[in-house]
């Protein structure tokens, strides 16, 4: 085994068995010693560190050395901006490989010299963001931060670096890139390199880029990461809530390395090693942290102080615990509680006229107007699909994903049948995806094209119930969904490497109301299939695409039936539904009649049941609400919470004043329309987003009403202090909480 393999594997070892310790701030060291610009290599230079490992390599390596003996186990390179890219902005581009390579040979050198058997050192090969931040300046393409983290990446691990950080991370774009450019230098270079990661924290709580912990964690857990962390930010208090995060889901080991503190108007970083020290307690008594170091303004004095630290924390222990888990910029986990997530159907050039018009008309910004209008009425995944044959669909996909990524924050599903196209729009996601979709319809051809992707970029799997039978290559009958769904499970995850909990069955729908006697009584058969694959693949997920189920049926008419059969399907498992978020009727508002006849429907597909659907809702217009002109005034307004409607609610208000005090309509009329929705929620009629839709019409309610109170209305209102684990999945319940006490 060679010395570099010695030395990977001992710092696996070591970080099992105790808390290790990170060096400081390099800039901070520098500056410290009052260099001129000479020092640099002239005044062009003045400035640039990473350019003192050719013109000062002693002045680099003291600095080494000197956090050596204060006790760090792990020094980092002085590469943080020595890409080309960056290293451009000096004129030394041709010479950013030339320093990279002697930034990690300068570490290595240090570390040799201070490290024994029984404390051995390690080299952390320093990479920078750069200078740009794709998703926010741009500035650069994908494909060229490949190639300078690439160019760096290759000099530090060949300067003797014992794995690379790329940290100091603003926007996931940039860090996918980096792990891309890392996976190329080990396939080259025919070795194993490990990589860690740590993310910066902006005041707002979010990365630069708008990512947070939890969905940078996402981002990266196809990664088999050294560790996680954060560094940077405005000291180590400020990390509380993002370390406690990133403790509770990171399934590697997890790293803090603060400044210290937010500099004064001189530059000075005022929190002292003792000031850190105790926040830097607090994070190893609770068990958060694998390793703590040092970002902006700390010193020598302060690793002395975290060294000693370190040796007293009992070190984090972790697991990878198995999570469905997506992101956009936003962070979503698939469990049980948020079933059915759905999903916006309508950024769909196949399935919406509108959306292909607007793609024709080249008008972008309104084609992803609609994907955040998808999102504002409960679609929590955007369905994006450019596949137009009289269009070049990468282009289409590249201009649309470059306008809807600023936009909606939500995780993305990528529909095509194009590898090219699939693999373009994952390099614009800055979370984790879905990709739809796979199946065994030409065998592997599929699989091979798009698993390879699913694995390199993070990205989960939406899974057809289809082989290459060719009788019945779809599968219609609930034993056949659960046939190619066992078959195709193992060869994904023995064959292919996927976990489980990055798949997604499709089990299939078909209309259910064409006549067609291939598909007659196929959606009870669907609804089984979901329970059947739930049942057998309890770790795995479902999604389906509600509406196909009643395509060519009266407009009217599909709303409802697509309600019932959503509603069927979520008692039976399903996670996921394609929807219109805009056009999904409330099951709890269906009359028992309507749900009997889409039932029948459902079950038989029979002509009979076809026809008596056709004449119940031929003569309804699509989204007409039930008659409330029979409603008393008071029913109405209860209604409107009901039915998680604002349209007409301030009018009816406004009458309801004219005879009785605000408060009393609260009491009243509102509240008994929240008591309805807390029933229906109870009874499964209800989902968590119309849930939040109806919360959200009460508080409209209130906050018209409540500047006409009575002062004296509130004045024994007491204080109630409601608290959930930032993160945890009980939190939507807190929130729901939070409004309804609130109002």
């Not at 490290?115 to 390690?122: A, I, L, N, S």
């Not at 450019?386 to 669909?393: F, G, I, M, T, V």
């Not at 109405?636 to 009901?642: D, E, G, Q, S, T």
């Amino acid at each position: 085994m060679s010395l570099q393999k010695e030395r990977r594997k001992a710092l696996r070892d070591h970080l099992q068995r105790r808390v290790l310790c990170l060096d400081g701030a390099m800039g901070t060291a520098l500056q410290a010693r009052d260099l001129t610009a000479q020092d640099f290599g002239g005044e062009a230079y003045e400035g640039c560190n990473e350019n003192l490992v050719l013109t000062r390599p002693d002045i680099i390596k003291e600095i080494h050395l000197e956090y050596l003996h204060a006790g760090a186990d792990i020094i980092e390179t002085n590469s943080f901006g020595s890409t080309p890219v960056v290293m451009d902005e000096y004129d030394l581009g041709e010479k950013a490989v030339e320093i990279s390579r002697i930034a990690s040979q300068l570490a290595r050198e240090a570390a040799d010299e201070v490290g024994t058997e029984d404390k051995p050192r390690w080299v952390a090969g320093s990479m920078g963001p750069t200078t740009k931040a794709i998703s926010v300046t741009g500035g650069i393409t994908f494909e060229s931060l490949i190639e300078n983290f690439q160019a760096q990446a290759k000099a530090l691990i060949e300067g003797g670096a014992d794995f690379l950080f790329v940290e100091t991370c603003q926007d996931t774009r940039n860090v996918k890139a980096a792990m891309l450019a890392i996976q190329n230098v080990a396939q080259e270079l025919g070795d194993e390199i490990p990589v860690a990661v740590s993310g910066t924290i902006e005041p707002m709580g979010t990365m630069l880029a708008g990512q947070n912990v939890e969905a940078l964690i996402s981002s990266l857990s196809h990664i088999d990461l050294l560790f996680v962390g954060i560094n940077c930010a405005t000291g180590p208090e400020f990390m509380t809530d993002h370390i406690r995060s990133m403790a509770a889901l990171s399934p590697y080991p997890v790293a803090c390395m603060p400044n210290a503190g937010l500099p004064d108007e001189d530059g000075n970083y005022l929190e002292t090693p003792q000031m850190m020290r105790k926040v830097l307690e607090r994070f190893g008594s609770e068990g958060w942290i694998n390793i703590i170091g040092g970002c902006c303004g700390t010193t020598t004095e302060h690793i002395e102080v975290f060294s000693e630290l370190a040796e007293k924390m009992k070190p984090r222990t972790y697991r990878a615990e198995k999570r469905s888990t997506l992101s956009g910029i936003e962070y979503l986990e698939v469990t049980d509680d948020k079933r059915p997530v759905l999903v916006g159907e309508r950024t769909n050039v196949i399935g919406s006229r509108m959306f292909k018009r607007l793609i024709v008309e080249e008008k972008w910004e309104e084609a992803a107007e609609i994907g955040r209008k998808q999102v504002k009425n409960g679609a929590q995944i955007v369905d994006v699909c450019l596949a137009n044959p009289d269009r070049e669909e990468i282009d289409d996909m590249k201009m649309f994903l470059d306008k809807v990524t600023r936009l909606v924050k939500v995780p993305l599903m990528i529909d095509s049948t194009d590898k090219e196209v699939v693999e373009l729009a994952l390099t614009y996601c800055q979370g984790k995806a879905i990709i739809n979709s796979i199946n065994l319809e030409d065998g592997l051809e599929r699989f091979d094209d798009i698993c390879p992707l699913a694995k390199r970029y993070g990205a989960a799997l939406v899974v057809g119930t289809i082989d290459e039978d060719p009788v019945q290559a779809m599968a219609v009958t609930r034993e056949r969904k659960l046939q190619i769904a066992e078959r195709t499970h193992k060869i994904l995850t023995e064959d292919y490497g996927i976990p489980e909990e990055d798949i997604y069955w499709d089990p299939l729908v078909f209309p259910c109301g064409t006549g067609d006697k291939n598909f007659l009584g196929s959606a009870i058969e669907t609804i089984e299939g979901v329970r059947l694959i739930k049942e057998r693949f309890p770790k795995t997920k479902t999604v389906l695409g509600i509406s196909n189920v009643s395509f060519g049926l009266p407009p009217a008419g599909r709303e409802v039936l697509n309600s019932v059969f959503l509603y069927e399907n979520v008692q039976a498992g399903l996670d996921l539904a394609l929807v219109n978020s805009q056009k999904l009727e409330r099951y709890a508002n269906i009359p028992d009649e309507e749900k009997e006849l889409c039932m029948e429907l459902l079950r038989t597909g029979s002509d009979d049941a076809v026809a008596k659907f056709a004449a119940h809702f031929r003569n309804r217009k699509a989204s007409e609400k039930v008659n409330t002109e029979n409603l008393s005034l008071d029913e109405r307004l209860a209604r409107y919470i009901v039915d998680g409607t604002k349209d007409g609610l301030e009018p009816d208000l406004d009458e309801k004043l004219k005879d009785t005090a605000p408060l009393d309509i609260i009491n009243g009329p509102l509240m008994e329309g929240m008591d309805e929705v807390g029933r229906l929620f109870n009874a499964n009629e209800l989902i968590v987003a119309e849930v939040l839709q109806s919360a959200e019409v009460m508080k409209t309610a209130v906050a018209k009403l409540e500047p006409l109170m009575d002062k004296t209305d509130a004045a024994g209102r007491g204080k109630v202090l409601l608290a959930t684990v930032k993160g945890d999945v009980h939190d939507i319940g807190k929130n729901l909480v939070e409004i309804i006490l609130s109002n």
